[in-house]
């Protein structure tokens, strides 16, 4: 079943630190573009360390490093799911996005990326590569006892990650509840979804519950089984139908 997580989830070593966020009412409150992009970012970490990793921040970026202050942890990364200003801070068709070259003036940490979409992170929040760390799929990030899983799933991206944490999937623009990332826009690649969909999330078990980068759903988190049972982009059967559905 799906359910909010605006307030903290531990998980069953009671280490897991793990905070679902939305622009425009947890964070970034007076920010009416916030409000109209309904994005999620999320606080994740080993509450025994203290140490977090925050994904996706934009908008109110302070606001995101005071929560996590407010919960006894402290930022030690930033993970990006793709390049798109309202994930990571940039232009956004004329409205400037606050993102990680904010977060950067107020904590030093490093920015970890797939090495596919580097170029385009650099080149939409302005940060230089040297902030970058650049990663291949399957590689893992360890916070503490917390491991964290970056699945490398081009489609709406050439570097879109998903990322696999306590048997949650942070997925970014790469899956919604209903629908998926656009692949119409630079970058965007449909034979790419297909393939990331149906084939790289294809081991995600369907008891893992899925976290998406907007808040397009009357829900905010189902699990990975429900999504593949109602979510319209898995009905087709063969690339070939998928193609003529979405490949355009």
Not at 128 to 146: K, P, Q, T, Y
Not at 163 to 185: H, I, M, Q, S
């Given at each position: 079943?799906?359910?909010?997580?605006?307030?903290?989830?531990?998980?069953?070593d009671?280490?897991?630190?793990?905070?679902?966020?939305?622009?425009?009412?947890?964070?970034a409150?007076a920010?009416?573009?916030?409000?109209?992009?309904?994005?999620?970012?999320?606080?994740?970490?080993?509450r025994?360390?203290?140490?977090?990793?925050?994904?996706?921040?934009?908008y109110?970026?302070?606001?995101?490093?005071?929560?996590?202050?407010?919960?006894?942890?402290?930022?030690?990364?930033?993970?990006?799911?793709?390049?798109?200003?309202?994930?990571v801070?940039?232009?956004?068709?004329?409205?400037?996005?606050?993102?990680v070259?904010?977060?950067?003036?107020?904590?030093?940490?490093p920015?970890?990326?797939?090495?596919?979409?580097?170029?385009?992170?650099?080149?939409?929040?302005?940060?230089?590569?040297?902030?970058?760390?650049?990663?291949?799929?399957g590689?893992?990030?360890?916070?503490?006892?917390?491991?964290?899983?970056?699945?490398?799933?081009?489609?709406?991206?050439?570097?879109?990650?998903?990322?696999l944490?306590?048997?949650?999937?942070?997925?970014?623009?790469?899956?919604?509840?209903?629908?998926?990332?656009?692949?119409?826009?630079?970058?965007?690649?449909?034979?790419?979804?297909?393939?990331?969909?149906t084939t790289?999330?294809?081991?995600?078990?369907?008891?893992?519950?899925?976290?998406?980068?907007?808040?397009?759903?009357?829900?905010?988190?189902?699990?990975?089984?429900?999504?593949?049972?109602?979510?319209?982009?898995?009905?087709?059967?063969?690339?070939?139908?998928?193609?003529?559905?979405?490949?355009?």
């Amino acid at each position: 079943m799906a359910k909010s997580v605006k307030d903290v989830i531990v998980g069953p070593d009671d280490r897991v630190y793990f905070r679902q966020l939305l622009a425009g009412r947890d964070f970034a409150k007076a920010d009416q573009l916030a409000r109209q992009m309904v994005n999620f970012s999320y606080l994740i970490g080993d509450r025994l360390t203290g140490q977090a990793m925050v994904v996706d921040p934009a908008y109110g970026v302070a606001d995101l490093i005071d929560l996590a202050e407010g919960d006894g942890m402290h930022l030690v990364g930033v993970l990006a799911t793709h390049y798109h200003p309202d994930h990571v801070g940039g232009d956004l068709m004329g409205h400037p996005v606050q993102g990680v070259s904010e977060l950067l003036e107020r904590v030093q940490v490093p920015v970890h990326v797939q090495k596919d979409e580097a170029r385009w992170i650099a080149l939409s929040t302005g940060i230089s590569e040297s902030d970058l760390v650049l990663h291949s799929s399957g590689e893992r990030i360890d916070l503490g006892a917390v491991e964290i899983e970056l699945i490398h799933t081009p489609g709406h991206t050439p570097g879109s990650q998903c990322f696999l944490v306590a048997n949650r999937l942070v997925a970014g623009d790469t899956l919604f509840l209903e629908g998926c990332g656009r692949t119409d826009l630079p970058g965007g690649d449909p034979a790419a979804m297909y393939e990331s969909l149906t084939t790289r999330l294809a081991r995600v078990p369907d008891d893992a519950v899925l976290y998406p980068g907007h808040l397009y759903s009357p829900d905010p988190s189902a699990t990975m089984g429900e999504t593949r049972r109602l979510n319209y982009v898995f009905r087709p059967r063969s690339a070939q139908e998928w193609m003529a559905a979405f490949g355009r």
